[in-house]
């Protein structure tokens, strides 16, 4: 599965943007889906996870009700909105996908690219 991370940009604190991450090659509907970030000189950290069909997703504490992970796997592409932003957000923001959902990246076997998302104050 090779995956491909867009939607980053500079926002406002406060602002909205909606992450996307496109998949091609394997049946991406196998796959459970999740994204991380990595701020500068620190640990890349967990986000949120979805589930194979969508049943089920989870958040890190930083982004609950804020953020949003979807997927359509009709068009081999899951999504994280992100609203309320603050500057404590910016980060490169990274998609994955692998055989099992949850915040270990040890659980996805596939990377993107790096997105990066700016939020200044």
């Known amino acids: 599965v090779q995956l491909q991370a867009s939607g980053g940009g500079l926002v406002q604190a406060g602002g909205s943007l909606r992450l996307s991450c496109a998949a091609s090659?394997?049946?991406?509907?196998?796959?459970?889906a999740g994204w991380f970030h990595q701020a500068p000189e620190k640990e890349r950290e967990f986000v949120a996870t979805?589930?194979?069909?969508?049943?089920?997703?989870y958040y890190a504490d930083s982004g609950k009700g804020r953020f949003t992970i979807s997927r359509d796997n009709a068009k081999n592409a899951v999504y994280l909105q992100m609203n309320s932003l603050k500057p404590e957000d910016t980060a490169a923001y990274y998609c994955?996908?692998?055989?099992?959902?949850?915040?270990?990246?040890?659980?996805?076997?596939?990377w993107g690219q790096g997105t990066l998302v700016t939020v200044s104050s």
């Open positions: 090659g394997r049946t991406f509907s196998s796959y459970a």
């Open positions: 994955a996908a692998g055989g099992n959902w949850g915040s270990n990246e040890a659980a996805y076997t596939y």
């Open positions: 979805i589930t194979r069909s969508a049943t089920s997703t």
